[in-house]
Each structure stands twice: as C-alpha cells, then as structure tokens.
C-alpha cells in the first residue's frame, strides 16, 4: 500500500513504488520514466465531502471524481468524520483496480488519519480507516492525499459540497 502525495507523476508501473520528482523510480534505478503529461486513463483526481447538521445527527457524504463520475448518500444517524472518511471510502470502492488516485478533500482529520500516522482514538474511526487502508490494499491501489479549503471557489469542491446538501436534504 502505498500513500503520499502523488499529484505530479504517480506510481512505477513495475513495482508500484511512488515516482520521485522527476517522474523516476526510485526502486527500479530510473529505469521507468514517466514523460509529464503523458496520457494514462488510470489516474483520478477525487473531491470528497461529507456533514451532518447537527452534528453527530443526519449527515450525507458525497465525491465527484475528474472523469464525471460523483455519488452521494445518506446516513440518519453519523457524524461529520464519519461522513468524511464514508466519502473517501466509496470514492476507492468506485474506482478500477490498479488505479493512481489523489484525495482531495477539505478535511485535514481524513488526511492526518489516513496519511500521516494520526491516532485514532475513536472506535468508529479506527473501523472506518481500517476498512478503507483494506479497500486501498484489496484494490492495489496507489492513494495520495492533498487538502483543499472548503467553500474557497474550487468548482469540485463545491460540487462534491452541494452533493452533500442535496443528499442530506432528500434524506438519500
């Protein structure tokens, strides 16, 4: 499994292994070079969202993802982090297998839990970020995280957000 922030270049084809700055992998002693701005159809740039008013109470979560695709749904009882990290979670259950996928959300606890090593205190959250690291092995999959503040303009963003609203309000 393999995390960080891959917005540029993504993974090593060969030993998935992320590409360092120059587009070279660092296991395979540069052998694989991806040209910037070369075409691959397996790299996603996901928006996540998700709320609960009040909260904990009813909460929705929602993505939009770089290629059209977005969903959303609905929980009567959740918390806003809860909702955060369900976002993410049928984000990866949504994409192929084998993809290179950035997380692009405006929770800073999704990326601290999922990326950066931070504890994870509540029983709820630890199950929701196990499952999710699990769907990210399951799926061979090369994840990365970057933070987005919300309602700041960012066209995804806000649509993943208005997802959400919609979804909460619908109840579904």
Sequence with gaps: ????????????????????????????????????????????????????????????????????????????????????????KMALFDTPVGSVVTVITDSMNVIGWLSLGWKRKDFSIAEACKAIQGLITAKRLTVGFEHVSGHSGNDLNERAHWLVQQSRTRKG
């Design 1 to 88: 499994m393999k995390l960080g922030y891959i917005r540029e270049f993504g993974a090593c084809p060969d030993c998935s292994e992320l590409l360092d700055e120059h587009g070279q992998c660092p296991n395979c002693a540069g052998r694989y070079v991806w040209q910037k701005g070369a075409p691959r159809s397996d790299i996603y740039f996901i928006y996540t969202d998700g709320g609960c008013s009040p909260n904990p109470g009813e909460g929705a979560w929602a993505y939009v993802r770089n290629d059209g695709q977005e969903r959303s749904g609905y929980f009567s009882m959740s918390t806003n982090n809860l909702c955060e990290l369900e976002a993410v």
